[in-house]
């Protein structure tokens, strides 16, 4: 009777701590990684990205400087759309979208990977492109694994 009672006991403390997920904690903590990107104004983000892909690229003096503007403007984007959904988290009025609104969504995100797809191949040669494009790959499967790490 005693051992019946312990593994009783032992099961409600395993189910209630496994009932505590972190989804339901309102004040979950953000990544440091986060807090430092989010500090950024969209020059000093372009900026970084422009000279990483220089690295990575080797670009040259005018590739550079076509690069820092199209980095600058979805910088600029991306930094509206954060401010945009920050606004909402704090009113209260962010609610999951619609299956319309959703699919809007991934035709713009998809449309302006095609558009910057289209102007990177202007402005990088041929080997500099299969890098970039590669390491685009690689992005978009990180993007595409981040749910799955998340629900572990």
């Known amino acids: 009777m005693k051992k ?39 020059e000093e983000m372009a900026t970084l990205q422009t000279k990483k892909m220089t690295l990575h690229l ?3 003096e005018s590739q ?5 503007k199209i980095n600058l403007e979805n910088a600029i984007d991306r930094k509206a759309k954060m401010e945009a959904r920050k606004a909402q988290r704090e009113d209260g009025t962010m609610a999951k979208p619609s299956k319309e609104e959703h699919l809007k969504m991934m035709n713009d ?6 558009a910057m797809k289209a102007k990177m191949k202007k402005i990088l040669n041929d080997e500099q492109f299969v890098k970039w494009e590669k390491q685009q790959q690689e992005m978009n499967k990180k993007r595409d694994d981040m749910p799955k790490r998340r629900n572990k």
């Open 109 to 114: 995100r998809l449309d302006k990977q095609i």
């Open 64 to 68: 550079q400087k076509e690069i820092q």
């Open 4 to 42: 019946l009672m312990l593994i009783a006991i032992v099961a409600m403390v395993a189910i209630q701590v496994n009932a505590q997920d972190s989804k339901d904690r309102p004040n979950r903590e953000r990544s440091p990684k986060m807090d430092r990107f989010q500090d950024l104004t969209p």
């Open 58 to 60: 080797d670009l040259n």
